[in-house]
Nanobody, 129 residues
Framework: QVQLVESGGGLVQAGESLRLSCAASGRTFENYAMAWYRQAPGKAREFVAAVTQNSDSTFYSDSVKGRFTISRDDVKNTVSLQMNSLKPEDTAVYYC??????????????????????WGQGTRVTVSS
């Protein structure tokens, strides 16, 4: 089992930046894709970004592309999400996710199929206008 702990959330104004971090422990981190999802009040959880093992590829939702950057450090067992030019609509609880062969959350784009099933407790991001 992998344990994921997110940090870095907070309250910022529109246009500002935040950097979220997720520390992983409990299994071989570098063998798995990692992702960030978010859930806004009253809405379903949605995909934000993912990075494959070895950082070979990154994927972003259209709503954050060009503003957010996902990265991983396989030495420190961390995955980060740099969020720039934040907007009020980015307000949500952000969750770190690890690839899991028995997970129920899929990210599919073309030939890429990633399955996530290990989650952190979330970190809240609030962007004021």
């Amino acid at each position: 089992q992998v344990q994921l702990v997110e940090s870095g959330g907070g309250l910022v104004q529109a246009g500002e930046s935040l950097r979220l971090s997720c520390a992983a422990s409990g299994r071989t981190f570098e063998n798995y894709a990692m992702a960030w999802y978010r859930q806004a009040p009253g809405k379903a959880r949605e995909f934000v970004a993912a990075v494959t093992q070895n950082s070979d590829s990154t994927f972003y939702s259209d709503s954050v592309k060009g503003r957010f950057t996902i990265s991983r450090d396989d030495v420190k067992n961390t995955v980060s999400l740099q969020m720039n030019s934040l907007k009020p609509e980015d307000t949500a609880v952000y969750y770190c996710a690890a690839e899991n062969p028995s997970g129920s959350t899929w990210y599919i784009k073309g030939k890429v199929r990633l399955r996530f099933g290990s989650w952190g407790q979330g970190t809240r991001v609030t962007v004021s206008s």
